[in-house]
């Protein structure tokens, strides 16, 4: 696994309060990958677009250069949740990438850890080195990886329909839980059962659509629905696939399509 996995670490030692400053010094060390780009993006400008959506001038002013102790801890507990996950999965090549983390509005249900797959075999930890929890990060890895093996086998997230970013994201959720165990998300469990029943409902007509609108709508809250609803459909509708079909591995179950992991699943007959 040594040769496989690696891990950047991408914090700025140096202190400052000028947004540009720092993401530019956050993404200083990376360099361009025949397999993964900038980090997962294909120029180094776009990966500096993306990373400045989680800062902002106020935020910044909490960070503080990592410390030895901090890193080598972090770097065991990223390594040994990617360690159960090659006993599901095996992957050519993974690339993890961890960044400061400074949304306390999000703490409390993430554990002071966020994560993005943005490429196949990339993956991106956001993490508060004070506040972080150790279950918290080896639940966002695991998460995450999954995602990042779901892009070698399809196409990337923009051009994913509804239903391919419902199965995506239920995948995730339901492979962290039987490789690393821990409770149900809160995203996983924002519906019930009955209101999952009756979004899906309401969706049959939109499952193939691309609409960015719609996915945010659906994920992420918005008039008609929930916030979290896409993560708790998945997760329900995955969840009854592997009651249904426990003997598949999940080296099967990630080269197949979402329409066909959707059709095998139980929830929906019901």
Request: glycine share 4%.
């Amino acid at each position: 696994m040594t040769n496989i996995v690696k891990i950047n670490f991408c914090f700025s030692q140096n202190i400052t309060k000028n947004k540009k400053a720092f993401v530019g010094a956050l993404i200083h060390s990376i360099q361009p990958n025949k397999k993964v780009g900038y980090a997962g993006y294909l120029k180094k400008a776009h990966l500096y677009r993306h990373l400045s959506s989680y800062f902002n001038s106020k935020n910044i002013n909490m960070h503080k250069p990592l410390l030895a102790d901090s890193k080598n801890k972090i770097e065991k507990i990223i390594k040994s949740a990617v360690q159960k996950c090659f006993e599901q999965l095996s992957p050519s090549s993974l690339f993890i990438f961890v960044f400061p983390w400074f949304n306390a509005k999000y703490d409390k249900a993430f554990g002071g850890v966020n994560g993005f797959a943005p490429y196949a075999n990339t993956i991106h930890i956001f993490i508060s080195p004070a506040k972080f929890s150790t279950q918290s990060l080896k639940e966002t890895v695991v998460h995450e990886f999954n995602h990042a093996v779901f892009f070698y086998h399809h196409q990337s997230a923009s051009k994913l329909t509804l239903l391919e970013t419902l199965i995506f994201e239920g995948l995730a959720e339901n492979f962290r839980e039987e490789v690393i165990g821990g409770k149900p998300s809160p995203w996983s469990q924002a519906l019930s059962k009955k209101q999952c029943e009756l979004a899906l409902l309401s969706l049959k007509h939109s499952m193939y659509s691309r609409k960015h609108s719609l996915y945010r709508n659906v994920f992420f809250g918005g008039k008609k629905y929930k916030r979290w609803t896409g993560y708790s459909i998945g997760y329900r509708i995955v969840k009854s696939f592997r009651k249904t079909c426990p003997s598949k591995s999940w080296e099967e179950i990630m080269k197949m399509e979402s329409k066909a992991i959707f059709a095998m699943s139980s929830f929906i007959k019901k």
